[in-house]
């Protein structure tokens, strides 16, 4: 099962995006989810946790974003979103969404402009 990602987008520095998170099969419950969470891969690098939330709600962020960035779900439309304020030149990438059950599907292109 793949989740896929999308409302990726060209955005000036300072900006703001939201990208946002389904099972297009609709197969899979969020609600039987350990945890949900956005990676993101930069040119050249390996693939990097963002922003995680557990089953219980309880979400972490790396240090890069934490400020900026917000992590939030619905389990009865099975969505999650990642807010994105503030954007640096340096958030540019590929951004992907997984759950604890889940293969990495599509992800989507943020590309942040100086």
């Known amino acids: 099962v793949q989740l896929q990602a999308s409302g990726g987008g060209l955005v000036q520095t300072g900006g703001s995006l939201t990208l946002s998170c389904t099972d297009s099969?609709?197969?899979?419950?969020?609600?039987?989810?350990?945890?949900l969470g956005w990676y993101r891969q930069l040119p050249g690098k390996q693939r990097e946790l963002v922003a995680i939330?557990?089953?219980?709600?309880?979400?972490t962020y790396v240090d890069a974003v934490r400020g900026r960035f917000t992590i939030t779900r619905d389990t009865s439309t099975n969505t999650l979103w990642l807010q994105m304020h503030n954007l640096k030149p340096e958030d540019t990438a590929v951004y992907y969404c997984?759950?604890?059950?889940?293969?990495w599907g599509q992800g989507t292109q943020v590309t942040v402009s100086s």
């Open positions: 997984r759950g604890s059950s889940t293969d």
């Open positions: 099969g609709s197969i899979v419950s969020f609600n039987s989810m350990d945890w």
């Open positions: 939330i557990s089953r219980l709600g309880s979400t």
